[in-house]
C-alpha cells in the first residue's frame, strides 16, 4: 500500500517505466492506447512511455513503451477492497516468502514468473558496451540536482515536457511534496480514522502483534512492512543469490513454514483492519499523494 512512486513528480514519472499492469501493450504503431478510463495523472504517462519510443527512434534505438502500473490496481489487492486481498492472502500471505514457494505463479511479487526480463531490457542486453554508452546517453534520466539540473535529460527530458508542460520536475516534485503533506496531515486528524485505527490498533494488540503507529496513514501498512524487515536470508524471491551477496534462495521446503506463519499474520491484520480500511480508502483515493494508503 506504499505511495513511494507518488511522492514526488519525478518519482511518478519514473514509475512509469515499470511492468505494465495488463493492459494491451504496444501496437503494430509502437505506440500504447490510453484507456478510455485512465485518470489525468496515468494518461500523462502514458503519454511519455509513447513519446519516449518516439525520441529513441529518432535516434536510432528501440524502445517498446510499456503501460504505465495504475497504483489503484495494487491497491485494490493491499486493503482497499476487503475480498480481493482476503483472496490473496489466503494463499500468499503478504507476498513475501510465496516467492519461493510458488517460483511460477506471475501474481507472486519476486517469484521468477513476475520478474522476467521486460522487452527493453532484453533488448539493451543485445547492444554492444559502446552502443549501450550511446543508448544511456539518449535515454536521459532524471535531473541530478548536485549537477544544478531541473529537469529530466535526453529522451525522458523530452517526453516529460511533452507529458507534463512546461514546469521542471524540480518545482513539480516541490509541489507534490507540499500536497503529499496536506493531504497526509487531513487523514492523520480525521476524528473517524483516528478512533477506527485505535480500535485496528487494540485489535492487533489482543493477537499479540506489536503497535508502532496508530496514525491513520501508517498503520495500514505497519504489519505489512515489520514482516518485510522480518524475513530470514534467501526468503524473500525464489531466484538466484543477488550479484555480490552471499545470500541463497530458500528451499520451498525451508519457506513454506515461513509462508504459513505469514498468512496467519497476514489475515489478523486485514480482519482487525477491516472496518478501518473501509473507511479509509474512500477518503485516501480522494487525495492520492498522501504518505501512506491504509
Not at 52 to 58: D, F, G, L, N, P
Not at 61 to 78: G, L, M, Q
Request: aromatic fraction near 6%.
Amino acid at each position: 500500500m506504499s505511495l513511494l512512486p507518488l511522492l514526488a513528480a519525478c518519482g511518478t514519472e519514473a514509475a512509469s517505466h515499470s511492468a505494465g499492469d495488463g493492459k494491451a501493450p504496444a501496437g503494430p504503431s509502437g505506440q500504447l492506447d490510453v484507456p478510455a478510463d485512465a485518470g489525468a495523472d496515468l494518461k500523462k504517462q502514458y503519454l511519455m512511455e509513447n513519446a519516449i519510443a518516439s525520441c529513441m527512434k529518432k535516434q536510432g534505438f528501440t524502445y517498446t513503451p510499456e503501460p504505465p502500473v495504475d497504483p489503484a490496481s495494487s491497491w485494490a489487492h493491499d486493503g482497499a477492497d476487503y475480498e480481493l486481498t482476503k483472496k490473496f492472502r489466503q494463499k500468499y500471505g503478504f507476498g513475501y516468502s510465496a516467492a519461493a514457494v510458488y517460483p511460477d505463479d506471475p501474481q507472486v511479487p519476486g517469484s521468477k514468473a513476475a520478474t522476467k526480463p521486460s522487452a527493453n531490457a532484453e533488448y539493451v542486453a543485445t547492444l554492444t558496451p559502446a552502443q549501450k554508452t550511446a543508448y544511456d546517453k539518449a535515454m536521459g534520466g532524471p535531473p541530478d540536482p548536485k549537477a544544478g539540473e531541473k529537469n529530466w535529460t535526453g529522451c525522458t527530458g523530452t517526453a516529460d515536457k511533452k507529458a507534463y508542460g512546461s514546469a521542471s520536475a524540480q518545482e513539480r516534485s516541490a509541489a507534490t511534496a507540499s500536497r503529499n503533506q496536506a493531504n497526509a496531515q487531513a487523514l492523520n486528524g480525521d476524528q473517524k480514522l483516528v478512533g477506527l485505527a485505535q480500535s485496528y490498533a487494540s485489535c492487533l494488540k489482543q493477537d499479540g502483534i506489536p503497535v508502532t503507529t496508530t496514525q491513520p496513514t501508517g498503520i495500514g501498512e505497519m504489519v505489512k512492512l515489520q514482516a518485510a524487515t522480518s524475513l530470514p536470508a534467501g526468503a524473500r524471491g525464489s531466484g538466484a543469490a543477488a550479484a555480490g551477496t552471499s545470500e541463497a534462495p530458500m528451499s520451498k521446503e525451508e519457506a513454506l513454514p515461513l509462508l504459513t506463519k505469514e498468512i496467519d499474520l497476514a489475515m489478523k491484520d486485514l480482519e482487525c483492519g477491516k472496518e478501518f480500511r473501509a473507511a479509509y480508502f474512500p477518503k485516501f483515493l480522494k487525495a492520492p499523494g498522501s504518505t501512506g494508503a491504509g
